[in-house]
């Protein structure tokens, strides 16, 4: 009789939810659920065990079938516990005891930070993992996760790997959202990107329209050559390069994984980063490589159930 785990990826919109057998780790489905507004916390913990209850049954699955839930959330997260959470009603919730309540006592529970868990998901999905990665991911801000010795790292209270949080550019005026200045966020998140490069136009030719400005336009044209575009790109490349090399410098690990909407890119973006890194990468080893990440928006459902599953399978 085959087995499986759920990968639960929480976010402030949805809940994504996938089904993955034990064994193999192959994803048997995956779908989506609306995040619950109502304020009381318990509703998405309800919220989590209904879809499971429902796709079990979709899949003719027994709940002792069942080894295993991980769940992630977009929240700082120390041995399955929450501080505090900006984006959703889980301050100060213990997520295994709260899920543990709808749960059979067989079923294994396991909770962590959502790019934490990508980090896991991204490396655990190589063809051959290594001990030691970290995972930047670029969007709308910049975000991290980083694996040390093949375990997740929290840190002492769950911040253990928000590397758009590094301070990179002393010459910012501008305050963080984290209420620092100078945070790679600032330069290598969407409105940074946008910002710069609209600063940059009035003065340059450029093939950019400036009131249909979007960093997918912005990364499309530098390809093509386009001299305030590239202008942009190597801004952000420069600084991710230097961001990496302070986190090489800390637990030099044996790959950084690129992921977000801006990895998006490719080879492109890889190169430039790489280079960058190399220039500043002097004390420690400027040949570790980069690689894009492959699992885009899976990366918590996956990462999640490839978490717990190193948890069974090492108890």
Same mark, same amino acid.
């Given at each position: 009789m085959s087995k499986y785990v759920y990968g639960i990826d929480v976010g402030g919109t949805s809940i994504k939810i996938g089904l993955f057998n034990f064994e193999s780790m192959d994803m048997i489905n995956d779908f989506e659920v609306e995040t619950p507004k109502l304020n009381h916390k318990d509703s998405i913990f309800e919220t989590i065990y209904q879809g499971i209850i429902s796709n079990n049954e979709i899949n003719n699955i027994l709940m002792d079938d069942i080894l295993g839930v991980g769940i992630d959330v977009p929240c700082p997260v120390k041995k399955g516990y929450v501080h505090t959470c900006a984006n959703l009603n889980l301050n100060d919730t213990d997520l295994i005891s709260s899920m543990k309540k709808y749960l059979p006592d067989h079923v294994e529970l396991v909770a962590a930070n959502d790019a934490t868990i990508a980090a896991f998901g991204e490396n655990a999905s190589l063809k051959n993992? #290594? @001990? %030691?990665? +970290? $995972? /930047?991911t670029l969007g709308t801000g910049v975000g991290g996760g980083v694996i040390l010795d093949g375990a997740i790292v929290e840190g002492a209270t769950g911040l253990g790997g928000e590397v758009g949080h590094i301070r990179v550019y002393d010459e910012e005026e501008k305050v963080c959202g984290c209420g620092s200045k100078g945070c790679l966020e600032q330069i290598c998140g969407t409105a940074g990107i946008l910002n710069y490069t609209k600063n940059l136009l009035p003065n @340059?030719?450029? /093939? $950019? @329209?400036?009131d249909q400005l979007t960093v997918k336009a912005i990364f499309d044209a530098a390809k093509k050559g386009d001299p305030v575009? $590239?202008?942009? +790109?190597h801004r952000v490349a420069k600084y991710i390069g230097i961001a990496a090399s302070i986190l090489s410098i800390i637990n030099e690990p044996d790959v950084f994984i690129i992921g977000g909407g801006v990895s998006k890119s490719g080879k492109f973006l890889i190169d430039l980063i790489?280079? #960058? #890194?190399?220039? %500043?990468?002097r004390f420690t080893t400027g040949d570790i490589p980069f690689k894009l990440a492959m699992t885009g928006n899976q990366a918590g459902i996956i990462g999640s159930a490839m978490l717990v599953k190193s948890v069974i399978v090492s108890t």
């Amino acid at each position: 009789m085959s087995k499986y785990v759920y990968g639960i990826d929480v976010g402030g919109t949805s809940i994504k939810i996938g089904l993955f057998n034990f064994e193999s780790m192959d994803m048997i489905n995956d779908f989506e659920v609306e995040t619950p507004k109502l304020n009381h916390k318990d509703s998405i913990f309800e919220t989590i065990y209904q879809g499971i209850i429902s796709n079990n049954e979709i899949n003719n699955i027994l709940m002792d079938d069942i080894l295993g839930v991980g769940i992630d959330v977009p929240c700082p997260v120390k041995k399955g516990y929450v501080h505090t959470c900006a984006n959703l009603n889980l301050n100060d919730t213990d997520l295994i005891s709260s899920m543990k309540k709808y749960l059979p006592d067989h079923v294994e529970l396991v909770a962590a930070n959502d790019a934490t868990i990508a980090a896991f998901g991204e490396n655990a999905s190589l063809k051959n993992p #290594y @001990d %030691n990665a +970290v $995972l /930047i991911t670029l969007g709308t801000g910049v975000g991290g996760g980083v694996i040390l010795d093949g375990a997740i790292v929290e840190g002492a209270t769950g911040l253990g790997g928000e590397v758009g949080h590094i301070r990179v550019y002393d010459e910012e005026e501008k305050v963080c959202g984290c209420g620092s200045k100078g945070c790679l966020e600032q330069i290598c998140g969407t409105a940074g990107i946008l910002n710069y490069t609209k600063n940059l136009l009035p003065n @340059d030719t450029s /093939i $950019l @329209d400036k009131d249909q400005l979007t960093v997918k336009a912005i990364f499309d044209a530098a390809k093509k050559g386009d001299p305030v575009a $590239l202008k942009t +790109v190597h801004r952000v490349a420069k600084y991710i390069g230097i961001a990496a090399s302070i986190l090489s410098i800390i637990n030099e690990p044996d790959v950084f994984i690129i992921g977000g909407g801006v990895s998006k890119s490719g080879k492109f973006l890889i190169d430039l980063i790489q280079m #960058y #890194y190399k220039e %500043n990468a002097r004390f420690t080893t400027g040949d570790i490589p980069f690689k894009l990440a492959m699992t885009g928006n899976q990366a918590g459902i996956i990462g999640s159930a490839m978490l717990v599953k190193s948890v069974i399978v090492s108890t």
